[in-house]
């Protein structure tokens, strides 16, 4: 089996950073893709920013130049550095990892992290 266990969040005024973390654990073979999603109440989960173990990023619109994922592929850990952080970036901040198992090596699943909560209010 294969945990994801994400650390960060918090409550933070408008203009503050946060930083979030995501390390996975368990039975992997390999992790192509690292990355986080957000689901705001009302909205449809959202990908924020990923990145691929090469280390190519792909990131949301919203939140291009103020976001920052980076990965430490020996740890199987991700980051997101959030800076000049604005009220719509308040929501639940999910991990998500593409991982290879050791005993099903040729198949990639999706493992999701159990979301932390990111609030942005003065």
């Known amino acids: 089996q294969v945990q994801l266990v994400e650390s960060g969040g918090g409550l933070v005024q408008p203009g503050g950073s946060l930083s979030l973390s995501c390390a996975a654990s368990?039975?992997?073979?390999?992790?192509?893709?690292m990355g986080w999603y957000r689901q705001a109440p009302g909205k449809q989960r959202e990908l924020v920013a990923a990145?691929?173990?090469?280390?190519?990023?792909n990131y949301a619109d919203s939140v291009k130049d103020r976001f920052t994922v980076s990965r430490d592929n020996a740890k199987n850990t991700v980051y997101l550095q959030m800076n000049s952080l604005k009220p719509e970036d308040t929501a639940v901040y999910y991990c998500?990892?593409?991982?290879?198992?050791?005993?099903?090596?040729?198949?990639?699943?999706?493992?999701w992290g159990q979301g932390t909560q990111v609030t942005v209010s003065s």
């Open positions: 990145r691929t173990s090469g280390g190519r990023t």
């Open positions: 998500n990892a593409r991982i290879t198992l050791v005993q099903a090596q040729g198949v990639e699943y999706d493992y």
């Open positions: 368990g039975s992997i073979f390999s992790i192509s893709a």
